[in-house]
């Protein structure tokens, strides 16, 4: 007698080939009706499905949502499909994606009244050669996110512009697992952000233009939090000068325009082999949570913070934080490229090993103001921590954007 395991791996096997065989394409053009026939198409696909959209502008009047798994939503390129959302009715998101072993390429959002792209808790997400822009420059009325993932497992976010959100470009948060590459944010307040993320690899990028360039954040009060592990290598940061038009009272508002990298309540980050620039307050900043809250779970300092093999250019002529004119002008006018902000003392100091000035505020106190900063000038090491390891995804996600 045959073992029951056989005819359950055949009977797997049928199912998937089955599948495959009966997934369709479906294709919608732009036109009259886009907004239901699109909406339609979403909602018709089944697992392993392609909804193809055809080249030219969708106008849309309200957001769109996919709750099936094992779709690939496809245009034919993100200067030819464009789901344009200036029409917008509601304050929603463009598309809402909250189905798993999703693919989203070759389009682009602009001008949703909220964020562009939203994914929760959508494993193995694939965001690729996407664009999400608001057409109008950078204004505080704009959407907060442009590609936002959340609460996922398994995040690729590939080849991706996103130009004008009010909080973040590139933003993932609550997640595991994650790689943002090959992508450009430009003129947002954050251009990339990791926050209450494990895991994350975050290189190959640009970073220009935004008030800050590249952010890892840990936030309080969130379903998760103690981010960790974190590389940020081989990405150019450069020229983050765009004033923080982000509205009063979000988190990211306080972040000081010409920020290059910024590291708040994070542990493990290893920050190397980027190019750093032309950014006003500094190139890489290392700080503690310094805000009220309530959360007895939640750790406000910075720890495991590794800095080195970075290019530096010119930065820190113009610092945006409270205190800081006063600081550089002690200083001989001008914060060094690197700073940290004393928070936890000796024992959370950053490692930092670039062969440039590098600056502690004294502040071990969190609850110290930036005017009473005592600035020490910080030794430079070469006892680095253990590398971090490399980010590995399915190979369904990389064989999705080959």
């Known amino acids: 007698m045959r073992d029951k395991g056989v005819y359950a791996i055949a009977a797997a096997t049928l199912a998937i080939s089955s599948s495959a065989a009966f997934a369709k394409t479906i294709v919608v053009a732009p036109g009259d009706d886009a907004q239901t026939r699109l909406q339609e198409a979403l909602i018709s696909a089944a697992p392993g499905d392609v909804v193809e959209l055809g080249a030219g502008r969708f106008k849309l009047t309200d957001g769109l949502s996919l709750d099936v798994p094992k779709v690939t939503v496809r245009g034919k390129g993100s200067g030819q499909t464009i789901l344009d959302f200036t029409g917008q009715l509601g304050a929603g998101e463009g598309l809402l994606v909250t189905s798993d072993d999703v693919v989203l390429r070759d389009f682009a959002v602009e001008n949703t009244k909220g964020d562009g792209i939203k994914s929760k808790g959508a494993d193995r997400i694939v965001y690729y050669q996407i664009r999400v822009e608001w057409t109008g420059g950078p204004k505080e009325t ?238 430079n090491s070469t006892n680095l921590p253990q590398e971090l390891p490399r980010i590995r995804l399915p190979e369904s996600m990389e064989a999705a954007v080959r």
């Open 142 to 379: 704009n959407g907060a996110y442009g590609i936002y993932p959340v609460e996922s497992q398994d995040v690729l976010v590939d080849s991706v512009l996103v130009r004008g959100a009010s909080d973040a470009g590139i933003y993932v948060g609550q997640s595991r697992n994650i790689v943002v590459r090959n992508s450009v944010a430009l003129e947002n307040v954050a251009g990339i952000e990791i926050e209450n993320s494990y895991d994350a690899d975050v290189h190959d990028n640009l970073a220009t233009k935004n008030t800050g360039g590249i952010l890892v954040f840990d936030l309080p009060n969130l379903l998760q939090m103690g981010g960790k592990n974190v590389r940020i290598f081989e990405n150019v940061v450069v020229d983050n000068s765009t004033p923080n038009f982000a509205p009063k009272g979000n988190i990211v508002a306080n972040v000081p325009t010409g920020t290059g990298v910024m590291v708040m309540a994070n542990r493990n980050v290893h920050v190397f082999d980027n190019m750093l620039g032309q950014n006003g307050t500094t190139n890489v900043m290392v700080v503690g949570y310094r805000y009220p809250h309530q959360d007895p779970k939640y750790d406000p300092i910075a720890r495991g913070v590794a800095i080195w093999g970075n290019q530096h250019d010119k930065a820190g002529w113009d610092p945006k934080f409270p205190g800081s004119q006063q600081i550089a002008t002690a200083l001989g006018g001008s914060l060094p490229p690197i700073f940290w902000d004393g928070a936890g003392g000796d024992e959370a100091k950053p490692v930092v090993a670039d062969p440039v000035p590098a600056l502690s505020l004294g502040l071990a106190d969190l609850k110290a103001s930036p005017e009473s900063a005592q600035p020490v000038m910080l030794q």
